[in-house]
């Protein structure tokens, strides 16, 4: 049983910050490309930020400068954090390796 498991979402006023943590078992992902994914009201899920096994990460020029992604491979985890928040940062993230999918968790950004 391989699973992806998000936390860490929550209501926060814009400018806030959240760091969202997806815990991986039943599989080693030390190998894999970790993603985090995000799906706005009403469009189409797409990656915002990812990092390589080897430590290498890339952001959405949306994101970049605000959310930082890192990984922990002693753990299995891989954390995503979130500062300076947007009202357009509002929806849900998921976790995302392989062909493995966690289960979301809500971000909502609104005074």
């Known amino acids: 049983q391989v699973q992806l498991v998000e936390s860490g979402g929550g209501l926060v006023q814009p400018g806030g910050s959240l760091r969202l943590s997806c815990a991986a078992s039943?599989?080693?992902?030390?190998?894999?490309?970790m993603y985090w994914y995000y799906e706005a009201p009403g469009k189409q899920r797409d990656w915002v930020a990812y990092i390589t096994s080897g430590g290498d990460t890339n952001y959405k020029d949306s994101v970049k400068g605000r959310f930082a992604i890192s990984r922990d491979k002693s753990k299995n985890t891989v954390s995503l954090q979130m500062n300076s928040l947007k009202s357009e940062d509002t929806g849900v993230y998921y976790c995302?390796?392989?062909?493995?999918w966690g289960q979301g968790t809500q971000v909502t950004v609104s005074s």
């Open positions: 995302h390796s392989g062909w493995w």
């Open positions: 039943g599989k080693n992902f030390n190998t894999y490309d």
